[in-house]
């Protein structure tokens, strides 16, 4: 399963991520259909170096015709959302049956204050972090 899968790279990497969006929300156990995987990462060179080497292993290619490591550059982020309005880095498996994975290039919010609130969970054996609903409530 892919999800199992993206969770078991981004633990095995050290990967600092929250999972956020209509996967979050069905964790927290709420319907909601979704046919993505959002996630927040913290952004500094060692945690984005890190998430491109489980993005590797997994076979993941993103879906704008650009590079894989083109994402490790924070200049090039930058103009992704000055002059192309780019919210996401979406990513796709080589199975076409598989989630895309969308990374949150310039989340709402400071990634450590997200953290900060985070909840874990253990979902076969794998610890993950989500977030805190807004309000602060489990």
Same mark, same amino acid.
């Given at each position: 399963?892919?999800?199992l899968e ?10 600092r991520?929250?999972v956020?969006?209509?996967l ?7 319907e909601? &259909? ?6 927040? $990462?913290a952004m ?6 890190? %998430?491109?080497? #489980?993005?590797?292993a997994?076979?993941?290619a ?11 550059d ?15 880095f979406?990513l796709r &498996?080589t ?5 895309? $994975?969308?990374?949150?290039?310039q989340?709402p919010?400071? %990634?450590d204050? #997200? ?6 969970s ?11 609903s ?5």
């Amino acid at each position: 399963m892919f999800y199992l899968e993206l969770f078991r790279a981004l633990q095995q990497e050290e990967v600092r991520y929250l999972v956020v969006g209509g996967l979050a929300v069905n964790l927290y156990g709420v319907e909601r &259909a979704t046919m993505d995987v959002d996630l927040m $990462l913290a952004m500094d060179q060692d945690n984005v170096g890190r %998430f491109l080497k #489980a993005a590797r292993a997994l076979g993941l290619a993103p879906i704008a015709p650009v590079p894989l490591d083109s994402f490790a550059d924070e200049a090039t982020r930058s103009a992704w959302i000055e002059q192309k309005h780019m919210v996401v880095f979406a990513l796709r &498996a080589t199975d076409p049956a598989a989630p895309t $994975l969308d990374v949150l290039i310039q989340p709402p919010l400071p %990634f450590d204050d #997200a953290w900060s609130r985070r909840v874990e969970s253990d979902i076969e054996a794998l610890k993950k972090a989500r977030r805190l609903s807004e309000d602060g409530k489990n």
